[in-house]
């Protein structure tokens, strides 16, 4: 039991913390500590995820979590994540006048289910990170409770969150139902005799469960009010690491317990309807944090581009991408965060609130043209060479048709991207200066996340490390069509 | 493999025709004299005062909530303390007594949580 502890020290350092935290909170409310103690546990975690990265792979509490490898990485991102979100929530949630003690304690606690997620081996410990993480999160989106809007989104969230968990629980139902394991080594034999309808059935829920909480078209719907409503750090933290968790999870059952062409099909279907779903809905957008949530939409269609190629180069890409897709967000809502605080023109969030910003604040100005090209996938930042790693494997499985449509997506994309910084830039700033706000400072916190995510993007646009250490995490060659009928 | 299960759906069938056979019975051929006391709202207990539909502090939610925490403590205490003896005769005893300890204390952890925050205090 001391080994399985250590060999997820991350995991434990962080429930205790969480636990900690709370009766730290019951006793000191509001302290300055409290957000500390969160981030510093969190940092624990992500240099033991980090160190772990190059070790060997294994499994922990009977198999239940795996350890090192991809569950590393995708630990590491979560962690990351975790400890980005929790410096910029602090003076946002002071700014709102919310800085309450509970919110770093469900952060962490998210963060607990996150870690389970990412590096499950077990369908029952999906399940449990899954629960672990949304509940967290349905609270999360919701704590301003004096807000309407606020109220409204979490209980959006909540209400089909818990629908889509149904969904889910049932597949898991069927699967075990079928092959009589949870384990996913061991459910690869119900692919190998062909499956049945139950088995398929329970896929195919399965699938559903996953593809919700990925905001995958046509079960976004929840995305962009759930964005919208809660505080803008949160909401980069739902945006980043619930999906990471989400995809590691998916990735892992694709890879381990479904290996089989049959996926190729139908994840390439979602794919394009999400890709075109989310860009086509963003143009419209006035408000930038759902313009945002749009746009998360679409990168979770890019990457079930990858995975829908069922090639191991894929699912590496799409971890990669992940990791891209985590430090562009991060910092644009992070961005989006600091803008909030100008005036009422800034707290509604609409694209007109971010004129001139860019002459008045160039830091926030110029740091927003990074995440912006990134995002819309130009070189030599890592967006691109993202977009790279998931379309390339796609042209290499067969889906020539997948990568166009792909493509043509993000050049869609660069529309309402680059959209944002003619609003920052071109007009001028007299005719900006109407509109501001009265001034105000930058806490030195969050411009150092922020500056640190621009160079974060500019030095993974220019190195291909990372796709090769995310390759080792798989057998090469391809796993999609070894088996199925 | 649905086969299986036609006994069940046989009973089941059985349960919910019985039980609207009876109600419509009772319904036709019993008895119907009416009267005050018959149709009270606690036919032998108090009168009823005022109407129900008032309103009520929410702070009962709290109690509800530490209520089920509690009682789903229960749920994992029971079959933990029946299987004790065999855990101790396996030689996994201390172990096991500290998993739950570590149980309670989590527990625990919430109502102090819960204390503190005045969950507890009604004004």
Redesign the interface.
Known sequence: MWGDMAATLSLVIVSLAGLALVVFDAFNNRHVATPWIAGLALLAGFIFEIVGLGGPEGTAYSDMLRTGGSAAFVNALVLGSGVLTVILSVPYLKKIGHNIGEVYALILFATVGMLVLGAANNLIAVFVGLETMSICLYILTGFVRSESGSAESALKYFLLGAFSTGFFLYGIALLYGATGTMDFSAMKAGVEDGGGVMFWGGVSLLLVGFLFKVSAAPFHMWTPDAYQGAPTPIAGFMATASKTAAFGALIIILYKALPTERWTDVLAVFAVITMVVGNIIALSQQNVKRMLAYSSIAHAGYVLVGLSSGLVEGYSGALFYLMVYVIMNIGAFGVVALLEWDGKEGSEQTLDSLAGVGYRKPLLGWAMVVFMFSLSGFPPLAGFLGKWAVFAPAVDAGLVWLAIIGVLASAVSAYYYLRVLVVMFMKTETEASSKLADSFTIPRSSAAVIVLCVILLFVFGLTTSVIELTDGFFQSGSVATVLGP | MLSDFIPFFIQLGIAIGLSFTLLKAAALIGPKRANVIKQGTYESGMDPIGSAHQRYSVKFYLVAMIFIVFDVEIVFLYPWAVSFREFIAAGVGP?VLGVIFLFVI?LA??L??DI??GGLEFD
Do not use: A
Request: no cysteine; hydrophobic share 40%.
């Open positions: 172990g989590i952890i919430g102090v949580y503190k925050k």
